[in-house]
């Protein structure tokens, strides 16, 4: 295909080689993912994510757009509408999605601050959920968000797209539970786990140390290792009927408190 030619068939290999992305094993097998939207793009090219092909609809966005942010010929792709609307997740993506390069996660590639607050989570049930605890992570200028599921796939486009593209704005990295108490505790970092047979209210609790809060699914909860290795197992009191509340915002509550406890000490 030559440079420029507009692609009007999903049958052809570069749009069947985008759609493949959509299944979690091919993203891990060619370490690729896609992101949607310029404002997102954006984001992942500060954060320093390479990028290969640009794939537009030339019914929407310029060609003159992208060449403006710096994107060569040879990598971007013209489709029709038609075409877009097959390959395209999610509404008012802005005619533009993009093939990126994966980024290791792992632990020891995060810097701290000096004096730290870091949100951890045990399993992610919904990556809406993780979207949206990226987005408070973002506001709350929390310093890293750690998953302890090997299965974690930070780039499921359901993330990328519930994160408002908050995947590539904060660190992010992915552990067991295990190591990721041995680093907490190197690090000396309060541990304070959300645990529904605690005693301690949350708000009681001093976040102004550095401080790991962290979460459970709604479903099991924290498993063991995790409530005898805390400093604190804290809980968020409930007046209702319901005895939890949906992780994401069970995340909003308490870190928003240590983001409270660290304003009123300066």
């Not at 302890?148 to 994160?163: L, M």
């Not at 005895?243 to 928003?256: E, L, Y």
Request: proline share 5%; hydrophobic share 40%.
């Amino acid at each position: 295909m030559k440079p420029g030619t507009v692609i009007t068939s999903t049958q052809n290999p570069k749009v069947k080689s985008l759609l493949a992305l959509e299944k979690p094993r091919e993203r891990r097998r060619q370490q690729l993912f896609i992101i949607e939207g310029k404002k997102e793009i954006g984001l992942a090219l500060k954060a320093g994510y390479k990028i290969g092909n640009l794939f537009y609809c030339v019914d929407i966005l310029p060609e003159t757009d992208l060449r403006s942010l710096g994107f060569e010929d040879k990598f971007l792709v013209p489709v029709t509408q038609e075409v877009f609307d097959k390959i395209a997740v999610r509404e008012n993506s802005g005619g533009v999605i993009a093939v990126v390069e994966m980024k290791s996660h792992r632990l020891d590639e995060i810097t701290l601050s000096k004096k730290p607050l870091v949100l951890v989570l045990e399993s992610v049930e919904k990556p809406g959920n993780l979207g949206a605890i990226l987005r408070t992570s973002d506001a709350a200028g929390v310093d890293a968000v750690i998953i302890c599921d090997p299965q974690t796939d930070f780039y499921n486009p359901n993330v990328v797209r519930s994160s408002l593209g908050c995947v590539f704005t904060k660190q992010i990295a992915s552990a067991s539970s295990e190591e990721t108490i041995a680093w907490l505790k190197k690090n000396k970092l309060a541990i304070y786990c959300t645990y529904l047979k605690a005693s301690k209210p949350y708000h009681e609790v001093n976040y102004t140390v550095p401080t790991a809060i962290v979460m459970g699914t709604e479903a099991t909860g924290l498993s063991d290792n995790w409530v005898k290795n805390a400093d604190a197992n804290i809980i968020i009191p409930m007046q209702g009927k319901i005895d939890s509340m949906n992780v994401s915002t069970a995340a909003a509550v308490v870190v928003f408190e240590a983001v409270r406890q660290r304003a009123a000490q300066k």
